[in-house]
């Protein structure tokens, strides 16, 4: 038999891998089915405080004055419920999600309405298969003067799913972290945390991953997912529940939010602007606590190799400071199939770094601190010398189990660890006091906490549920977290950066990052999506968040490769220059990848671009206040400033830091002009000091050659 050539097999091997990534979806479609409706009683009004709750001939409505919260057609079902079972694969933290219908009620009945102390209650039933599931649904003033609501159903039933009037012109953003999709009209979004995937829709990459690994992702999987959105009609919903849940846009007249549980409860919100939207919707989800200031000051270089090789580029950047050195391989490095990760044992690797105080006290005493890595991952060590805490957690339990009390053993590329039970109190108690003898104690000021979204559902958590606590997990570790900080002295100067999150994490959480970027250019998993991240999130209430300079993920393969230009390098410098962190990251193959300090000309342009970023600190930091106070993020869609121009609302191209400064990155190799939009008034080009003097609103093409990006202070009269 002949061996057939890598020219043909490797083009088969793509176009099998996209076929089949076409049939076998990351997650099923499962129908919701509202079934028939009917009311019995007459038609009546309920006031509750300044709202009204109306059932009339044509809709069940509530009303703030003029403005409707929630309306639906009382021809058509509201809600609807079925049994059923859920189907997780999980694919090192990825997830292919399907669905088993058993039973769908056919019919939602609508039995009493009325009003009970400060509550407006609706109690029905619905009609499964001759058989009545009874519900409620309560409607009550929070403590925060909003509607807060909760659906209780027969405790037999495993999902619930209700709906809502929307309109044509009605556009929805947030859910957590975005990458592909700003404006969420028209689309499925599911609320589950999970790693973003590689690819994530860029072919053949995306094929691939999820054929050989089920890694590849799609356009919604999303380290940070959150059960909030809001609206162009200045109204938001939240949903206080942690299990399973998808909100579906794509019925232009309909909103649908649908739960694998019997009960739900939320959180109706409208205000007059999103900026007022915005500070309602964060005080639910917590507001992040303000930056220490040295971490925003300049630049951070994210760079590893051990100290001989730290302190060459800090030379060959003379001229320049740097406001911090994130060394991640403070524990030592190790090979794998990926390229360099790190050595999760939690101690410093003191060959890796020799006369470590020397090197902590020289840097720090010119104004550099040190940022380390951890995540909640352990392994052995690489020698004897080193301290085990893998097998100190193995003996005291606190790593995750399944229901026989077995350790989960989970496999990272490709090597064993053990994940951290975060539902044990003994071991979170444990895990600080390592932060702060190991990271604190050897002088780090700040870390990357990296992971938190893949719990493992066949583990045992303490009386919780697996499939609730896996979104609940990042949120208790951004909790643990932020208290090893709280619990030490210095705690006003150190901070964190996550990747993962729910509803609640920034409560908790410092600061975020977007997670893993592909070294390319595209709206999938390249720099564009790196945007559409921050903007997405930042409406969610994460308001401090950052991207890796020049992306991180790379591969040089034989037959396909993404690895980092020079171009890509400096157009993210020029992106990151005008957000609120500039940290580089050398990525998962430094070696093949240009680096921030490769040549002179390289370096030149990060100079050039971190001084930039130095000289907004003032204004940055009075952004970084409204975020705590406010519930503003930093970096802003340009809806939030200018909810008038319909234009431009659901763009994820172009953005404000803060309210004054428009930016619109270039995403396109070799590209030396962008089409910007420009609301009427005046513009003064950050470089050049040019003005632009606009009687109205309109679309503009400017030059934006490398090394001069397009950005434009707003001039206020």
Request: aromatic fraction near 14%; proline fraction near 4%; hydrophobic fraction near 40%.
């Amino acid at each position: 038999m002949k061996k057939i050539p890598k020219s043909i097999l490797i083009p088969i091997v793509i176009c099998l891998a996209f076929v089949l990534w076409r049939m076998f979806p990351l997650r099923e479609d499962l129908p919701k089915k509202f079934g028939t409706i009917e009311w019995k009683f007459s038609p009546k009004t309920i006031e509750l405080e300044d709202l009204s709750f109306t059932y009339d001939e044509n809709q069940f409505v509530i009303r703030r004055g003029e403005k409707n919260l929630w309306s639906t057609s009382v021809k058509k079902a509201f809600l609807g419920a079925s049994t059923g079972k859920i189907i997780f694969r999980d694919r090192h933290g990825s997830y292919q999600i399907t669905f088993r219908n058993r039973l769908d009620c056919e019919k939602q009945v609508i039995e009493e309405f009325f009003k009970l102390e400060k509550k407006i209650i609706l109690k029905g039933s619905f009609i499964c298969q001759r058989e009545n599931k009874a519900w409620e649904w309560v409607f009550e003033k929070d403590q925060n003067k909003n509607l807060s609501f909760s659906i209780q159903a027969d405790s037999s039933l495993d999902r619930i799913y209700a709906r809502f009037f929307s309109s044509q012109e009605e556009h929805f953003f947030g859910t957590g972290e975005q990458f592909t999709h700003f404006d969420l009209k028209g689309h499925r979004v599911p609320v589950w945390v999970s790693e973003q995937g590689i690819g994530r829709g860029l072919q053949p990459i995306t094929a691939i991953l999820n054929l050989l690994a089920g890694s590849g992702g799609d356009a919604y999987a999303t380290y940070i997912s959150s059960p909030l959105f809001v609206s162009t009609k200045n109204r938001a919903l939240i949903l206080k529940n942690y299990e399973y849940g998808e909100f579906d846009f794509r019925n232009h007249e309909e909103i649908i939010f649908d739960y694998w549980s019997s009960n739900i409860s939320g959180i109706l919100l409208d205000a007059q602007s999103p900026k007022n939207l915005l500070t309602k919707t964060t005080e639910y989800t917590g507001r992040m606590r303000t930056l220490p200031d040295w971490i925003h000051k300049g630049p951070i270089l994210g760079a590893q190799g051990g100290r001989d090789h730290i302190q060459k580029i800090l030379t060959d950047f003379e001229d320049l400071r740097f406001s911090g050195l994130w060394l991640q391989d403070w524990v030592g490095q190790r090979k794998t199939i990926i390229g360099k990760q790190l050595w999760w044992s939690w101690d410093l690797d003191k060959k890796h770094y020799p006369n470590w105080d020397h090197f902590l006290e020289k840097e720090q005493s010119g104004g550099t601190n040190f940022l380390g890595y951890i995540n909640p991952f352990f392994v052995d060590p690489p020698n004897k010398e080193r301290k085990n805490y893998r097998s100190e957690g193995l003996e005291k339990n606190f790593f995750v189990r399944d229901k026989e009390e077995k350790f989960i053993e989970i496999k990272v590329t490709d090597f064993a660890t053990n994940l951290l039970d975060l539902s044990n109190v003994n071991a979170v108690t444990w895990v600080k006091e390592i932060i702060k003898k190991e990271l604190i104690g050897n002088g780090f000021w700040g870390w990357m906490a990296d992971f938190g979204e893949a719990a493992p559902l066949e583990g045992f958590y303490r009386d919780k549920n697996p499939i609730s606590f896996h979104n609940q997990y990042p949120v208790e570790w951004a909790k643990l977290n932020r208290e090893a900080i709280e619990e030490v002295n210095n705690s006003k100067n150190l901070t964190f950066f996550m990747r993962s999150g729910f509803l609640e994490s920034p409560k908790y959480a410092t600061l975020f990052w977007t997670g893993d970027q592909l070294v390319t250019w595209d709206q999938y998993d390249g720099m564009r999506s790196s945007l559409t991240a921050l903007l997405s999130s930042g409406i969610s209430g994460f308001t401090l968040n950052h991207s890796d300079i020049g992306g991180y993920t790379s591969f040089k393969l034989p037959f396909f490769s993404y690895i980092r230009s020079k171009e890509l390098l400096i157009r993210w410098m020029e992106m990151n220059a005008f957000t609120l962190i500039f940290r580089s990251h050398e990525g998962n193959q430094p070696e093949n990848n240009i680096q921030i300090y490769s040549d002179a000309e390289i370096r030149k342009e990060f100079t050039k671009n971190a001084e930039i970023y130095s000289s907004l600190f003032l204004y940055r930091k009075k952004l970084i206040q409204d975020a705590s106070e406010k519930g503003w993020p930093v970096v802003r869609p340009m809806w939030l400033e200018f909810p008038e121009e319909k234009e431009i609302i659901t763009s994820d191209q172009q953005f404000l830091l803060g309210d004054r400064l428009l930016v619109a990155p270039v995403f396109f190799e070799n590209q030396t002009t962008v089409n910007i939009f420009f609301p009427k008034g005046k513009w003064k080009h950050f470089s050049t000091g040019e003005v632009l003097d606009l009687k109205k609103s309109n679309w503009l093409v400017v030059d934006a050659p490398l090394g001069r990006p397009a950005a434009y202070w707003r001039i206020l009269d």
